[in-house]
Nanobody
Framework: QVQLVESGGGLVQAGGSLRLSCAAS????????MGWFRQAPGKEREFVTT????????DYIESVRGRFTISRDNAKRTVYLQMNSLKPGDTAVYYC????????????????WGQGTQVTVSS
């Protein structure tokens, strides 16, 4: 059982930045592809970005490409999401997730999920 704990959410003005962190309990952290997903009020959860176990490959949803950056530190068993130029449309609960399968946009490929952290962007 892998436990994931997100942190770093909060309230920020449009154009601002936030950095989310997700700490994992799993020692073999590098064996897991990691993803960030988000769910806005009244909407379904959507894929945001993912990173391979070694941190070499990444993928982003088009709406955040160039503004968000995913990274990981396997020694610290932590994945990060740097979010710049935030927009009100980025307001959501952000979840990190771990997958033993190759990094993917498909949330059903992810076995373990964190509890989520709220990000609110004011206009």
């Amino acid at each position: 059982q892998v436990q994931l704990v997100e942190s770093g959410g909060g309230l920020v003005q449009a154009g601002g930045s936030l950095r989310l962190s997700c700490a994992a309990s799993e020692r073999a952290f590098s064996n897991y592809a990691m993803g960030w997903f988000r769910q806005a009020p009244g909407k379904e959860r959507e894929f945001v970005t993912t990173i391979s176990g070694a941190g070499i490959s990444t993928d982003y949803i088009e709406s955040v490409r160039g503004r968000f950056t995913i990274s990981r530190d396997n020694a610290k068993r932590t994945v990060y999401l740097q979010m710049n130029s935030l927009k009100p449309g980025d307001t959501a609960v952000y979840y990190c997730a771990a997958s033993t399968i190759r990094y993917s946009r498909d949330e059903y490929k992810y076995t373990y999920w964190g509890q989520g952290t709220q990000v609110t962007v004011s206009s």
